[in-house]
């Protein structure tokens, strides 16, 4: 099935298993905001757990904190918001779609890289083991022409972003004949630069009410806190801040389900660290990173490191950590070098000392720092995609499809469902019982509608990592029947034997020794 395919299939799939609605659903919907379900936001905070207790627990010089969505609105104007947090935007003058003129080029580029996939992908089945994919790359004449294309607009592309020049943007779409998806027509307007940031007012008007804005990323919360936490906590550097909030940014495109949001929530943490040492911790928080992620087990090869084309005038370093999604590889985390660019931008604008007293070196300085970004709700697509799987099997002698979720254990909204055989002769009131005494442990599902193998399916469309069915064996020997999600096999086991299978699976302990 096309990758395409697949992504509608598990667009529709999350809505209708209760993992994410489309906001305002009865009013038609509100353009790039969703709703978590009942599934979605165990899932979610399964996620966030994962992430904070790597990062708070594991670390004893990281610490959290949970600063509020409003903020003085001259913090914006000393980060750089009000004046460069700008996309350039295109439009069609056909369509009238708008679009971000750096992702249509970024498109463009993948596009190369397909092709250059597809020849490799045809050569390799062809040659089979004997395939050397790198003499191949080095010297197939197809592959290098899309290669010397490639490179070409990639260094147009990057020079053209870093001079900000928007008039060479749109000459670069023209040239590489860029077309609008709907309309299929080259008439664009200029690119023009376009501020995400949302606005509202605190106060009264009669007051002279204040313009204040939605943040749209909570670092600079913990950047205005930092002395904050930094003398009531002690600390000394090197030590974290890491934070999980809303943020919200007025995008122009917002495309691909929950992958860009208006409002979405972010996972952030700002290391501040002695200056001169900042890019031996960029490279440090960039493997901890990565292991983090790849520790789920999703595939390595589904991970990669896109270095920035243009590094922010602040940053001396900035990479990405990028997923293989249906729809391409794409950024999920964000790991900057941001100097002492931001702490020094609030010392200058609030005109209070930023500084830290080094009792080592005997003198204060501006702390330097290095920033671990990442969006829940991307990394919530990037588990679901990871996990949707549609599975021929067998059943009554008949090849059927089974739809699963095979999230992480650890990670699944629901970790057990417990389902009485048939509805009398006490076997509800026995699974009932089953759940009373586990459920203080385990996110536990009581199922007890339809045949055993419908409630089977269901589970598996939820992710349910195990099914426990009480049978009439079990009021004489207190066994149950467990059955895997994954492999579908069942075993017999002891009630009391429960709780440590189950745990075990499921331990978050288990998955934070992989980050060792
Ligand atoms: P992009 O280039 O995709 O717009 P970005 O480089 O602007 O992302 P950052 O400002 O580095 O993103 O934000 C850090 C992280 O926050 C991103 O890696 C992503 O996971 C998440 N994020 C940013 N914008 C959005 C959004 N509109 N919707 C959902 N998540 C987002």
């Known amino acids: 099935m096309a990758q395409e395919d697949i992504f509608k299939k598990l667009v529709a799939h999350c809505k209708e298993y209760g993992y994410v609605f489309q906001s305002s659903e009865i009013y038609d919907g509100l353009g790039a905001v969703y709703d978590y379900g009942q599934n979605g936001v165990e899932l979610k905070n399964n996620i966030k757990k994962y992430w904070w207790d790597s990062m708070v627990l594991l670390h004893e010089n990281v610490v959290g904190i949970d600063s509020a969505i409003f903020m003085h609105p001259t913090i914006w104007k000393a980060s750089g918001h009000v004046d460069a947090f700008n996309d350039p935007l295109i439009d069609n003058k056909d369509s009238k779609k708008r679009y971000r003129a750096d992702v249509l080029i970024e498109e463009q580029l993948a596009k190369y890289e397909e092709k250059m996939d597809k020849e490799v992908a045809k050569a390799q089945k062809r040659f089979g083991d004997a395939f050397d994919e790198k003499q191949f790359r080095e010297t197939n004449p197809r592959v290098l022409a899309n290669q010397e294309k490639w490179n070409a607009l990639h260094q147009r592309f990057s020079d053209a972003l870093n001079a900000s020049d928007l008039a060479e943007l749109k000459k670069i779409i023209e040239d590489e004949e860029i077309v609008c998806p709907i309309s299929g027509s080259r008439n664009w307007t200029d690119v023009r630069q376009f501020n995400l940031m949302f606005s509202t007012e605190m106060g009264s008007t009669a007051d002279g009410a204040l313009k204040i804005y939605l943040r749209p990323?909570?670092?600079?919360?913990?950047?205005?806190?930092?002395?904050?936490?930094?003398?009531?906590?002690?600390?000394?550097?090197?030590?974290?801040?890491?934070?999980?909030?809303?943020?919200?940014?007025?995008?122009?495109?917002?495309?691909?389900?929950?992958?860009?949001?208006?409002?979405?929530?972010?996972?952030?943490?700002?290391?501040?660290?002695?200056?001169?040492?900042?890019?031996?911790?960029?490279?440090?928080?960039?493997?901890?990173?990565?292991?983090?992620?790849?520790?789920?087990?999703?595939?390595?090869?589904?991970?990669?490191?896109?270095?920035?084309?243009?590094?922010?005038?602040?940053?001396?370093?900035?990479?990405?950590?990028?997923?293989?999604?249906?729809?391409?590889?794409?950024?999920?985390?964000?790991?900057?070098?941001?100097?002492?660019?931001?702490?020094?931008?609030?010392?200058?604008?609030?005109?209070?000392?930023?500084?830290?007293?080094?009792?080592?070196?005997?003198?204060?300085?501006?702390?330097?720092?290095?920033?671990?970004?990442?969006?829940?709700?991307?990394?919530?697509?990037?588990?679901?995609?990871?996990?949707?799987?549609?599975?021929?099997?067998e059943s009554n002698g008949k090849v059927d499809t089974r739809v699963v979720m095979k999230l992480p254990p650890v990670l699944a909204p629901v970790k057990l469902a417990v389902m009485p055989l048939v509805k009398k002769d006490g076997l509800p009131e026995k699974a009932r019982e089953i759940i009373d005494d586990l459920k203080f442990d385990f996110n536990c599902q009581y199922d007890e509608k339809d045949s055993i193998g419908k409630r089977y399916r269901r589970q598996d469309a939820i992710g349910t990592p195990f099914c426990v069915t009480v049978d009439h064996q079990t009021l004489e020997d207190q066994t149950v029947t467990i059955r895997y999600r994954d492999t579908m096999e069942q075993d017999r086991v002891a009630i009391s034997e429960l709780k440590n299978i189950i745990a075990d699976q499921v331990s978050f302990k288990k998955l934070f020794a992989k980050l060792k």
Not at 236 to 249: D, L, Y
Not at 320 to 331: A, I, M, Q, T, W
Not at 342 to 364: A, M, R
Not at 377 to 382: I, K, N, S
């Open 217 to 393: 990323e909570t670092a600079q919360g913990i950047f205005v806190n930092y002395l904050n936490v930094q003398k009531t906590g002690r600390m000394k550097i090197p030590f974290g801040i890491a934070q999980i909030g809303k943020a919200f940014r007025n995008e122009i495109v917002a495309r691909q389900f929950i992958f860009r949001m208006r409002e979405f929530e972010q996972m952030e943490m700002q290391f501040f660290v002695k200056p001169g040492t900042e890019l031996e911790w960029f490279d440090l928080w960039r493997e901890t990173r990565i292991k983090w992620h790849r520790a789920l087990g999703f595939g390595d090869d589904n991970y990669r490191f896109h270095v920035h084309e243009k590094l922010a005038h602040y940053a001396n370093a900035a990479v990405d950590v990028e997923y293989k999604f249906p729809f391409g590889f794409k950024e999920v985390e964000g790991i900057h070098s941001r100097t002492d660019f931001d702490l020094s931008q609030h010392q200058k604008y609030s005109g209070k000392k930023i500084q830290y007293f080094d009792p080592e070196l005997g003198e204060s300085y501006v702390p330097y720092v290095v920033e671990t970004s990442i969006g829940v709700d991307r990394m919530f697509l990037q588990v679901v995609s990871a996990s949707y799987c549609e599975e021929e099997v």
